[in-house]
T-cell receptor, first 116, second 109 residues
Framework: GAVVSQHPSWVICKSGTSVKIECRSL??????MFWYRQFPKQSLMLMAT?????????EQGVEKDKFLINHASLTLSTLTVTSAHPEDSSFYIC????????????FGPGTRLTVT | LAKTTQPISMDSYEGQEVNITCSHN???????ITWYQQFPSQGPRFIIQ???TKVTNEVASLFIPADRKSSTLSLPRVSLSDTAVYYC??????????FGSGTQLTVLP
């Protein structure tokens, strides 16, 4: 199957700082990518849909000014957590759909964010 | 959105066949049924996908009855390394994936 990578795999930052997480589709071009957040022992929660060349679509309750998403190319989407707080500590996972196979969605390995 | 319901947890022993059933009563005509596996601190991994009847690959089988309102993931001869959370989702080309609670499978020695 197709490969989606994320960088970094884990990051620790201080409260008030911003953190950028990258999501790349390595062997296909993804017009649409998705960002999820997962707290311990819980399921994945969709945060936003990232569309190449246009604004992201955020799920209800997700602050778009706090979680900045940029999908500047067909292989890269970034999520920036601005002014991070300890409650933002979570596991962030991105995924992408191969436009050639619209029913297939591939997930990245995730990024563990810890805000101290 | 098509909501899925699956057992919260299941236990099994090594070498046994495990069947996890998922209900999706309001599945739409264009929806496919997809199962993912997730280990702690990893992204979900695709297991199998189907539309109707039976699909089999090298790791699992997926059984879907004619009305498509449920599906069963079958894992043959599980091992300790199959301990994970298994998610059942319905996918259409137009909608994003919404994850349910998943099933925590624990394989015991």
């Amino acid at each position: 199957g197709a490969v989606v990578s994320q960088h970094p795999s884990w990051v620790i930052c201080k409260s008030g700082t911003s953190v950028k997480i990258e999501c790349r589709s390595l062997d296909f071009q993804a017009t649409t990518m998705f960002w999820y957040r997962q707290f311990p022992k819980q399921s994945l929660m969709l945060m936003a849909t990232s569309n190449e060349g246009s604004k992201a679509t955020y799920e209800q309750g997700v602050e778009k000014d706090k979680f900045l998403i940029n999908h500047a190319s067909l292989t890269l989407s970034t999520l920036t957590v601005t002014s991070a707080h300890p409650e933002d500590s979570s596991f962030y996972i991105c995924s992408a759909r191969d436009p050639g196979f619209s029913y297939e969605q591939y997930f990245g390995p995730g990024t563990r964010l810890t805000v101290t | 959105l098509a909501k899925t319901t699956q057992p919260i947890s299941m236990d099994s022993y090594e070498g046994q066949e495990v069947n996890i059933t998922c209900s999706h009563n309001n599945i739409a005509t264009n929806d496919y049924i997809t199962w993912y596996q997730q280990f702690p601190s990893q992204g979900p991994r695709f297991i199998i996908q189907g539309y109707k009847t039976k699909v089999t690959n090298e790791v699992a089988s997926l059984f879907i009855p004619a009305d498509r309102k449920s599906s069963t993931l079958s894992l043959p001869r599980v091992s300790l390394s199959d301990t994970a959370v298994y998610y059942c989702l319905v996918m259409s080309s137009a909608r994003q994936l919404t994850f349910g609670s998943g099933t925590q499978l624990t394989v015991l020695p």
